[in-house]
């Protein structure tokens, strides 16, 4: 079963226009990471936040942790047409036994338009 | 510097036919290796993960098996595949770390005819 829950499933914006994606998970975590897939291909690693971070911002990304509410969001601020892609959360951890590995959500679809 | 390969980038079988996805990486040592499947337009699934070589778990009960016969080789195969193993298969790897990011294969879009 799903770990990470990202929502919303799709999201629309114009060029220049700030997205942002939200996860949530179900139990502890040591991290929570956000992956980008471009159609069709595999998944590149964007962004780690570890479980004793509140914010982290990486060029125009910004991802923010809130353990009590077992939540996270990423905010692309004026964003491109070529960030247009599927974005995935990811949690590790304590998740099923499984020490280490990653389990990840459903994905937002972001599409943006010139 | 590290880099995975993953072939092949197509396939479509017949149900019933076996199946052999290979995986290599190159560059480290001891990596986890992982094997996730992608439904269209839905999350991954972990199908496989290995710490070591021969060691594989399993996540989800399924017709598919894993081998590592070497430790930068992971190996997906089905004996016969279904109609429902059809998806994009990934694999992918990271240092044995809690902290570790994840370094994904291009993929392999099955088709089961």
């Known amino acids: 079963s799903q770990q990470g829950e990202e929502d919303p499933q799709a999201l629309s914006i114009q060029e220049g226009e700030n997205a942002t994606m939200n996860c949530s998970y179900k139990?502890?975590?040591?991290?929570l990471q956000w992956y980008r897939q471009n159609s069709g291909r595999g998944l590149v690693h964007l962004i780690l936040?570890?479980?004793?971070?509140r914010e982290k911002h990486s060029g125009r990304l910004r991802v923010t942790l809130d353990t009590s509410k077992k939540s996270s969001s990423l905010l692309i601020t004026a964003s491109r047409a070529a960030d247009t892609a599927s974005y995935f959360c990811?949690?590790?951890?304590?998740?099923?036994?499984?020490?280490?590995?990653?389990?990840f959500g459903k994905g937002t679809k972001l599409s943006v338009k010139p | 510097s590290q880099t995975i390969h993953q072939w092949p980038a197509t396939l479509v079988q017949p149900v019933g036919s076996p199946l052999s996805l290979e995986c290599t990486v190159e560059g480290t040592s001891n990596p986890n290796l992982y094997w996730y499947r992608q439904a269209a337009g839905r999350g991954l699934q972990l199908l496989f993960y290995s710490v070591g070589i021969g060691q594989i778990s399993s996540e989800v009960p399924q017709n598919l098996s894993a081998s590592r016969p070497q430790d930068r080789q992971f190996i997906l195969s089905s004996k016969k595949l279904l109609l429902s193993d059809s998806g994009f298969y990934l694999c992918?790897?990271?240092?044995?770390?809690?902290?570790?990011?994840?370094?994904f294969g291009q993929g392999t879009r099955l088709t089961v005819v």
């Open positions: 992918a790897w990271s240092v044995p770390s809690p902290q570790a990011r994840a370094f």
């Open positions: 936040i570890r479980s004793n971070e």
């Open positions: 990811a949690t590790d951890g304590n998740y099923g036994g499984s020490q280490g590995n990653l389990i």
């Open positions: 139990t502890s975590i040591n991290n």
